[in-house]
């Protein structure tokens, strides 16, 4: 991702939109808030807003360049959308988001779509999950 992908998806080059994009990739976390990302910028010493930030993921959403994930309990978060199909799952304790992807769960899906006469155009599972007590 860079300022080729933002002018190919239809957007102009501004310093918030570069910013926003990097903080996106070069994060430990591939899924943040909005508060999580203006955060870093502020940390940063960038002066973008708040409700820019909000404004530019909307954007960024829009155009393709990130997904919006809405999970139980906290706010959207986001992530690059340059990734392959994978599952969620979000530790209630600490909203901790965690990546999976199952062939057994995607194979059962397409067939239990299939038995009702359907083809899958898109799915979203998300598990809520806790640290097991030892
Ligand atoms: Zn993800």
């Given at each position: 991702m860079d300022n080729q992908d933002l002018r190919k998806a239809g957007l102009k080059v501004t310093l918030p939109r570069v910013k926003i994009l990097q903080q996106l990739e070069s994060s430990e976390s591939r899924h943040l808030s909005a508060e999580d990302i203006y955060k870093a910028l502020m940390e940063a010493g960038?002066?973008?807003?708040l409700a820019t930030v909000y404004r530019v993921l909307t954007q960024f959403e829009q155009a393709g360049i990130v997904l919006r994930h809405n999970f139980e309990g906290g706010s959207a978060v986001f992530e690059l959308a340059d990734e392959g199909h994978h599952d969620h799952m979000v530790c209630t304790e600490t909203g901790e988001v965690i990546e999976f992807v199952d062939e057994e769960i995607e194979k059962r899906q397409k067939m239990i779509a299939d038995k009702h006469g359907y083809d899958i155009v898109d799915h979203a599972l998300v598990l809520y999950v806790k640290p097991k007590r030892k």
């Open positions: 960038e002066d973008v807003g």
